[in-house]
């Protein structure tokens, strides 16, 4: 099936701990995102990458890095992982063009104990 | 700056009863709009788009939207609402020229029998 999808479903961790979360995209579009969403189901842009090129980047601590092997693949590490961490965090893809609507993930829980 | 309001939180009604979701925004250039809808424990889908030319923008199961800029709204719809139709729903617009969209905080829709 097309589709963006991601792994882990769910992750729970402790604090202190490095865990990365991998996204896979077969829809051909050049451009992905990871957006993190607090318990209260805000939604929150933290970077998007362009064929590979890092092109938004929020206001993130640099405990998160995400790194795009090709246009593909959007994966998100993250080190020392924090309480406040604990987060819904939605992979999404796009095609050129600003009237291009966002594919989704079904997301990751992350869960930090 | 942009940013997207959705001014109810949560919004509880009887199936078969009409329902508006009302989301306004603020920019001071072309923005392209869209609405999307959150199952639980899953992705972001999109609902509707507006890009240009007619204000009224309807989806595949029942919902619209209405662009006004006057107002800056772009409110959602729909005459007659289903049990199905419990979700989060969200409001999201991108500017002219930027890749990211930015979120409202979500809807809460709560169909009760």
């Known amino acids: 099936d097309t589709a963006v999808s991601q792994t882990p479903k769910y992750l729970v961790t402790q604090m202190g701990n490095d865990k990365s979360i991998k996204c896979e995209q077969n829809l051909g579009h050049d451009t992905m995102y990871w957006y993190k969403q607090d318990s209260k189901k805000f939604l929150k842009i933290m970077f998007s990458?362009?064929?590979?090129?890092?092109?938004i980047n929020e206001t993130v601590p640099n405990r998160f890095s995400p790194k795009s092997p090709d246009k593909a693949h959007l994966n998100l590490h993250i080190n020392s992982l924090e309480l406040g961490d604990s987060a819904v965090y939605f992979c999404a893809s796009s095609p050129p063009g600003a009237m291009a609507p966002l594919h989704f993930g079904n997301g990751t829980r992350l869960t930090v104990t | 700056a942009q940013s997207v309001t959705q001014l109810d939180s949560q919004v509880p009604v009887f199936e078969e009863a009409p329902v508006e979701l009302r989301c306004n925004y603020s920019s001071s250039v072309s923005v392209y709009l869209f609405w999307y809808v959150q199952y639980p424990n899953q992705g972001l889908q999109l609902l509707l788009k507006y890009l240009s030319g007619s204000t009224l923008v309807e989806s595949i199961n029942g919902f619209e939207a209405e662009f006004n800029k006057s107002q800056t709204s772009f409110h959602l719809r729909k005459p007659s609402v289903h049990i199905s139709d419990t979700a989060e729903y969200f409001c999201?617009?991108?500017?002219?020229?930027?890749?990211?969209?930015?979120f409202g905080s979500g809807t809460r829709l709560q169909v009760q029998p």
């Open positions: 990458y362009n064929n590979k090129e890092l092109i």
């Open positions: 999201a617009v991108r500017l002219e020229g930027r890749r990211a969209l930015t």
